[in-house]
């Protein structure tokens, strides 16, 4: 089955305390994407990458990292997480660029006190 | 960059009643329009989505419309059921095609 999956699916953490969510496709995409979701603020980019070794910021990059080692994997990294941070995260893949479909994953609630 | 604005925020109808969801875009070179449904505790989902060369799309009880000129495009559902409740997101490609700018979404409720 094609799916995106992210892990966990839930979190509360504290202020400081770094923590990566995962993020893998089985469907061989080339783009991935993060997305954080805030009441009323829709869905926000906050990195993306056109393929492996390759990666961009998004609209709201500051506080966060990726890395693209491998196609399927697309790990979000909170280096020092703090309370503005807390919200829904997606990650999304789609075959070549973004005007494709893009698949999403369930979602992690995150929760930083 | 991209500003996309999606109206209204809540839309509650009657069951068999039609709704109609208007996005306006700011950036004239963009060219892809996707909308995505999100149901609750799940990802969003592409249900349709318009390139600028065509004004109109089709799929069932589903529409969009785009006005290039006007920089605006439009959602429409038909003959609305229970199970189209949901939040519904707008969507705009920038130029260089690398980057999807999202609209504020709209609760979809549809009253039995």
Not at chain 1, 86 to 102: I, K, P
Request: glycine share 8%.
């Amino acid at each position: 089955e094609a799916q995106v999956t992210q892990n966990p699916r839930y979190l509360i953490t504290v202020t400081g305390k770094k923590l990566t969510v995962t993020c893998s496709q089985n469907m061989n995409h080339e783009y991935m994407s993060w997305y954080r979701q805030d009441p009323g603020l829709g869905l926000r980019q906050i990195y993306y990458s056109m393929n492996v070794e390759v990666t961009d910021k998004g609209d709201v990059p500051e506080g966060y990292k990726v890395s693209r080692k491998e196609k399927r994997n697309f790990p979000l990294i909170l280096e020092s997480p703090s309370p503005n941070q807390t919200s829904l995260y997606f990650c999304a893949s789609s075959s070549g660029l973004a005007g494709g479909r893009q698949y999403f994953g369930p979602g992690t609630r995150l929760t930083v006190t | 960059g991209e500003n996309v604005e999606q109206h209204p925020s809540t839309l509650s109808v009657q069951e068999g009643d039609s709704a109609v969801i208007k996005c306006t875009y700011s950036d004239s070179a963009s060219n892809y329009f996707p909308w995505y449904k999100q149901e609750l505790g799940k990802g969003p989902q592409l249900i349709i989505d318009i390139r600028s060369n065509v004004g109109e799309k089709k799929d069932q009880r589903i529409a969009v419309t785009l006005n290039k000129t006007a920089k605006h495009f439009s959602l429409h559902i038909t003959e609305t059921q229970p199970e189209d409740s949901a939040v519904y997101f707008c969507a705009a490609l920038n130029n260089a095609g690398n980057m999807l700018t999202f609209g504020g979404g709209t609760r979809l409720m549809v009253k039995p």
